[in-house]
C-alpha cells in the first residue's frame, strides 16, 4: 500500500517536525511546583537577556547584522498501541552578516557564557568567508524595535491535557468499532508539537512566539476483506493543523462517524472490478487532496526564489521558474482559472505565524494570478535579488515573510509559506466534477514524484478509476500519470468551488545540511483535459 | 542574569559536567562523560527495573555555496539523549538535548511515566548480557576532528575559482563532523561508545544559461581522503561537455553507469538484506513480498557479483554496535552471485540457530569489480549511454524492486565506441535486480558519496535497460 495523506499525519510530520516534549516537568504535573527545573518560559525577562547578550557579542565583534533565535521545541505522541513519547529540545542560534558573509554558530545551551561564544563564532565564521571575493547582500527593509509576543491561538493546549485522558478518548474508537462493526479493527492516535521561540537582533526587535501543531488519525483494518482486496484504510478528517486539543475532543462524533464511511468505502472499491489500465488519454479528475500535492509538488516549489536562482542545485534542484526577473508577471503557468497565493496568516495554517525567522510579518501574496506567475517566495535576502524586478513593475522590495527552520540548530532558510489554490465559481463539488466525466479518469490519493526541475511529473500512489458517464466503473492495476507540469496546468477546466476546499498538511526537505519545515496547503477538486495515463510497472 | 537561567542551574550540577561547560573546545561527550551522564539518570530512577541510554554527541562544521560565493558557514552542536526505562517488562522512553541535572531528573521522570502506559510484555525475558566482542573500525580521524572553519573556506574557493574562470556557476556543500555515540544498557553487559569523523563535499556546476549541468562529491571518515581539486575539475568538465543536449527516444539502451549511478540502485538491494527470521517464518505477511524471501542460497545475481560488509576496511568503517548493543560484523551478502546472508536479529540467533550472534545489516558494503575502465566500456560500446547519476528515485514495486527515476547532471550518447553527443535526460524504470542480471563488464570499485553509510562500487555496463519517457530538466 502506498502511504496516504493520512498515514502521514500521524507517522510522518509530527514525528519529524522535531522535538518536543511537554513541558512534561511543568505542564503536565510530572513534578510538582518548585521543582528542581526551572526552564524559563520564553515570553519571560531571562529569555530576552540571553537573546540580547547573543547579539551584543556578535555586534560587537564587528557583526554588520546579526540575528538570533531561540527555540524550546516539545513533542509528543500518543497510541493506545504504542504508549507516549515525548521529546524535548532547546537549541539557540546565532547567524552574523560580515562583508555579505554570512556565520552561524548553534548549540543546545541556553547559557550567558554560550551566547556570547555562539556570538562571536557567527562573526568568526563569517569572517572567514569575506576575505575572499566581495559579496553583496541587500536585506529588505523590516520594521525595526518589532517587539511582542504571539500564540497559536487555541482554547485547551494539549500538553495540559492528562494522557490517561487522551489515551482513553482515542481507545474508545476501537471500543466502538469492536462492538459496532465486526471484524473491523479501528486504531486512532494523535500527536502534537509545540515550539516556543525568541527572535532578537540588530535591527532592535525581540519577539516570541509559542507555536502548536496538533493531529489525529483513524485507521480501519478489515482482515477478513476479500482475497487480493485492498484491507485498510484511514481517515484524513483532522490533519495536523495548528490547533488546540479542542479541534480533536470536538470532532469525537465525527471521528466516529468516520469508521462506517470508510468501511463503505471500501465495500464499494470491493465492488469494482480491478482491470489491467487501459492505457491512453483520458480527461482527469483530481480530489482535493491530489490538488493540494499539485500544488505543493510544482508550483509551490518552483516559486521558491532562493531555488529559482539555483540555490538548492547540489540539493534538491532547482526551479523550471529560473528567470524571475524576466517571467515576472508575464509567464503563463496554468490555465486562466489558476490563482494561487501564499498565507502565514490563516488560521490553522503549519506555516501560520506573527513573525517569520527573521523578525518579518508576513503578508499575504499573490504568486499566480489567473494563471499569471506574480510573485516569488521571499526572505529578506531574497527580496533584496528581485529588486529589478519589483522596481520595473513599481513595487518596492519586501520580504513576504518566508524564512522559517526546523530549530535554532539550523539556519532559517526559504520556506513556502501555507499555500491556497483559490476556489473556482460557483459552488462546483467534486461529484458535480466526476458527473461531467463522460469517459475518464478519477484519481484518489494522488501521490506525486517529480524530476529536480518539477518540469514533468509522474504519480507514484493513488487508486485510479476508470469513469464512464459520470460513474466509477472500474479500477486500474498500476495506472500512472504521466506529465510535464505546465501543460497539466494549462489544461485545467473546471475548479470546484468554495464548499470543496480542503486543507492539507505538507512538508519541505531543503538545504544543506537539510532540515524540515510544515506548512499547509489548501486546495479544490479539478478537472483537466485529457492527461496520458500509463502503466507505470511497464517497461521500455 | 537573575536565578532561573539554565547557567545558574548548572553551578548545583557535578563537577565533571561543570568540566564540559567550561571546556568551549569541546566538541562533543567523551565516554567518561557520557557514563557519568548515565550515572546520574540512574540516580533518579525509581520503581527498580533498568534504566538504558543512548546518547549521540556531535559537532558539525559546514559550509555552503551558491552562485561562486559562500552562502553560509556554520557551526553547530548537540547531545542527543535517549532514556529509557523498563519496569517488569514494559518501557518507557523520552529523548531530551538537555544533559544538566535537572533536565535528567526530569527526563527519568518522564520515562517511567510513560513506561507506565507502555503495554507490558509478559513472554519478555532478558538472556543475560552478551560477552560480545566488538570490532573496532577505523572511523576517527585526528585532522578531520581539528580541521578550522579556515580550511573549509579556502577549499571551497579552490573549488569555485575553476567554475568562475571558466563563467560557469558552482553550487556545493562541504562538511566535518565529529561525534560521539553511546549506548549504556544493563542488557548489553557494559558501557559502549565510539567516537567517530566525517567528512563530505559534494559540488554541482552550471552553466549561467542553464544548458548544462555536471556534479561530483566524495564523503569519507577522513577528510584528508577527499580531493576538492578532482572534483572540482570533474564537475566542470561534466557541465561543460553536457550543454546543449540533444532529444533522444527513450526505449532499451545498453548503458555505462559511472559508480555513483550504481549505488542508486545497488544501495535499495543492500536495503534489503534484512529480514531473515520473517523470510523463513512468514507465508503471508509483508515479508515474503521482499525479494529476497526464501531465495537463500540460490543465485539472484551475475556470477561476477559479490556484495559485502566488512567494517574493518578502511573505507567501510560504521559504529561497531547497535542501539541496542548487537555488533556488526563482516558478512558476504551475495557471493559470486549466490544469495548468501540476510540479516538477523540476536533473539532469532538463539532461537533458532542455538548461536549468540546476530548478523546486523549496517548498509556499508563493497561491490566488487572487474578490471574495465569506462572509457574501455565506452570503446566497447555500439550505441549506448553514459550515466553519471541518478536523482528523484521512487519505489513502484518493493517486491521486485522496480523504481522509477531520473539521469541528472551528465548524459551522453555513445555511438561506435566513443562519446558522440550530450543528450537530454530520461526517466527510466527498471529493477536493479534486472541490471545485476544484465552486466557486460564491471570496472575497478571505488568510493561514492554516500554521507550515511559509506559505499564502494564499481562503474559496470549492462544491457537492455529500460529508459520510459524524456524528460527536459537539467
Redesign the interface.
Known sequence: MTQTRRTFVITGTVAAVA?A??P??RRTG??EPG??????RIT???VR??ALRAVDAARSAGAAYADVRLTHTYDRKISP???????????V?VRALVK???????????????MV?LGH?AV???K??A???P?VVDLAPVSAHDAGHWETPLRIDPFSVP?DEI?DFHQAFTVYARENFPGVRALSECGFTRQEKAFASTAGAFVTQALTKIGAGLGIFVPNAPAGEINNTGSDLLPLAARGWEYVRDNEGALRAEIPRLIAQLEADWRLPWRPVDVGRYDLVLDAAGMAELVDATLGTATELDRA???E???D??S?L?DPVAMLGTLRVASPLVTLTGTRSTPGGLATVQWDDEGVRPDDFTLVKDGVLTDYQTTREAAGWLQEAYAKRGLTPRSHGCANAQSA???SLLFPPNLRLEPGQPDVSLEDLLAGLDRGVYVRGLGL????????G?S?GGLFYEVKGGKRVARWQ?AGL?F?TTELWKALTALGGPGSFRWAPAQRAK???AQQAAYSVGAVPARFKPQTIID????? | MSGRTRNSLRTATPPWLAALFGAPDKKFLSQADCEALVAQAEQYAQGGGETRCTVTSWWSGELRWARNRASLASDRRNDELGVGRRIQGAEGGVRTNQIDAASLQGAVQAAERNAHYGETNPDDHREPPPRFDYLTPAIWSDPTFAQPAGERARAAQAIIAPAEQAGMLSFGFLAVQAAGHAVIDPAVGRPLYAPYTAAQCSLTVRDPEGTGSGWAGASSCDWTRIDPAALARRALEKCLASRHPVTIEPGRYTVILEPQAVHALVRPVVGDFYGRLDAERSTDGPFHLRPFYSKLGLQVADSRVTIAQDPLDPDLGVIPFTDDGQPVRPVTWIDRGMLTHLAYWRNYALEWLHDNDPIVNRWGYRMAGGSATVEDMIRSTQRGLLVTRFSNLDMLDPQSLLMTGVTRDGLWLIEHGTISKAVKNLRFTESPLFVLNSIEMLGPPERVFSPDSPAIVPPLKAHDFSFTSTIDAI
Open positions: 522535538a516534549a511537554p512534561w516537568l510530572v513534578l521543582s528542581p527545573r526551572e526552564v524559563p519571560e525577562p531571562d537577556a540571553l498501541r504504542e504508549g507516549v513519547r515525548d521529546v524535548e529540545e532547546m537549541t542560534g555579505g558573509y554570512w556565520g552561524f554558530a548553534a548549540s543546545p545551551a541556553w547559557t550567558a557564557d554560550e561564544r563564532e568568526d565564521l563569517a572567514v568567508n576575505s575572499g571575493q559579496r494522557v489515551l536562482l539555483g540555490y542545485a547540489n540539493a534542484g532547482t523550471y529560473d540548530l539550523y539556519a514524484g517529480l524530476d529536480f526541475q518539477q518540469r514533468s509522474w507514484r498500476h504521466l510535464r538545504g544543506e545540511p507505470s510497472w511497464r517497461k521500455a
